[in-house]
Each structure stands twice: as structure tokens, then as C-alpha cells.
């Protein structure tokens, strides 16, 4: 198991009010990636523990791209994966952020 952690800097915080949101499950042999609006607006750290080695610089691209496009800042996200692409893992963190984005009831 490797585990990777990215602090990025972000230039949007993320919208909505959740408190937090979880997206995918890592038992079906994809990745889960649980959202926690709890840092400062302008911070996003993302910790992951994936069960495929060797591929941080693949990850940072996927990191970077994601913090780029999409309302990240406020956000610490923890991802848990199963061998997911690279493709998957975009989808999630974009799944995951259009979750945390609603208003919470």
C-alpha cells in the first residue's frame, strides 16, 4: 500500500454548505473518495492510499488537473483506491465535489 498526500492551492473554495460527501466504494475494485469542507478556503489536501505503486507523478498530474477545474479550496479529501484509472479518478473527485456543492438540509 503507498500512500501519497498533495496539499494544492486552489483558486475557488468550494461552493454549497455539506459538510461532507463521499463518492464510489473500494470494494467493488474501483476507489472511494470521501470530501470534508473542514480547512481554510484557499488549501486542498488530498491523501491517498492506493494499492498500485510507483505511480505519484501519474496522480499529481490527476491532482492538479482536478484543483485546476473544478471549486476545491476548503476541501481535504481522502482517497482510497482499488487500481483505478486515471479517467475514474477524475470522475469521482468531480462526482465528489458536485455532491458537496448542494446545500445541506
Not at 484557499?42 to 498530474?61: H, K, L, P, Q
Amino acid at each position: 500500500m503507498e500512500k501519497l498526500s498533495f496539499t494544492m492551492k486552489p483558486s475557488t473554495p468550494a461552493t454549497g454548505t455539506r459538510a461532507r460527501a463521499i463518492v464510489g466504494v473500494v470494494a467493488s475494485g474501483n476507489l472511494e473518495v470521501l470530501l470534508e469542507r473542514n480547512l481554510p478556503a484557499n488549501i486542498c489536501i488530498i491523501d491517498i492510499a492506493t494499492a498500485a505503486r510507483g505511480f505519484a507523478a501519474v496522480w499529481e498530474a490527476v491532482i492538479e488537473d482536478f484543483v485546476t477545474r473544478r471549486p476545491a479550496g476548503g476541501l481535504h479529501i481522502s482517497i482510497n483506491d482499488g487500481g483505478a484509472r486515471p479517467d475514474m479518478v477524475s470522475l469521482r473527485l468531480a462526482q465528489g465535489v458536485r455532491l458537496i456543492e448542494e446545500l445541506e438540509a
